[in-house]
């Protein structure tokens, strides 16, 4: 059974620093992974998109990696800005009707 | 359009009641999925439509449940009896025709419909 997990559940830092955040899943076997935003109180926004045969993606100042291997895939998040506090997902596609198996999410506080 | 639609956006209930949530996917997405997410936790799935055809449901959706899409566009999803552990926010999402078949598309998500049951 595929399990994905975020570490850490919280995260705080200052303005202007680079941070990584870590998704980890325990069956290799994925179609793709996905990284979300999700605002307080609100639906869930899609950041990334990264297929089985890519290793990252790239947005902005956003980059995610993906180590279907080692069942890991990071966020990087570059010169953080106060907006980026939300709670970051990840999910997996296992292929079963595009069905996504989630992580609990990481809280994100950018500290002005 | 404006992304996808959720209404109501909050519901109060007395355990017992029944509810009934309206999803209104963006237009030409063929793929509707619904979720329940509660406190502190990721989404959970809870089932996958292909135009109106409800092609996977999720063990959490007891009998309790019933979800349709009719025509394949908008869905709704009833929770007859409501119970108290059925407090969560229910998300609903999109998704458009992939050219690949098993190649998937970024989900676009509503802004979900928070239900309280006292």
């Known amino acids: 059974k595929q399990e994905v997990t975020q570490i850490p559940a919280a995260l705080s830092v200052p303005e202007g620093e680079n941070l990584v955040l870590n998704c980890s899943f325990t069956?290799?076997?994925?179609?793709?992974l996905q990284w979300f935003r999700q605002d307080p109180g609100k639906g869930l926004t899609s950041l990334l998109l990264?297929?089985?045969s890519q290793r990252e993606q790239t947005s902005g100042r956003l980059n995610a990696s993906l180590d279907k291997s080692s069942g890991r895939s990071t966020l990087y998040i570059a010169a953080s800005q106060p907006g980026d506090s939300a709670t970051y997902l990840c999910?997996?596609?296992?292929?079963?009707?595009?069905?996504?198996?989630w992580g609990a999410g990481t809280k994100l506080i950018i500290k002005p | 359009d404006t992304g996808v639609s959720q209404n109501p956006r909050h519901k109060i209930t007395k355990r017992g009641q029944n509810v009934t949530f309206r999803c209104d996917p963006i237009?030409?997405?063929?793929?509707l999925y619904w979720y329940r997410q509660t406190l502190g936790q990721g989404p959970e799935f809870l089932t996958y439509?292909?135009?109106?055809?409800?092609?996977?449901k999720s063990r959490l959706l007891s009998d309790r449940f019933s979800a349709e899409r009719p025509k394949g566009s908008f869905s709704t999803l009833e929770i007859q009896r409501t119970e108290q552990g059925d407090s969560a926010m229910y998300l609903c999402?999109?998704?458009?025709?992939?050219?690949?078949?098993?190649?998937?598309?970024?989900?676009?998500f509503g802004p979900g419909t928070r239900l309280t049951v006292l």
């Open positions: 990264i297929q089985s």
């Open positions: 069956d290799s076997a994925i179609y793709n």
């Open positions: 999402a999109s998704s458009p025709r992939s050219l690949a078949g098993w190649v998937t598309d970024t989900q676009y």
């Open positions: 439509f292909q135009n109106e055809a409800q092609l996977e």
């Open positions: 999910a997996v596609d296992v292929g079963s009707n595009y069905q996504l198996i």
């Open positions: 237009s030409e997405h063929n793929r």
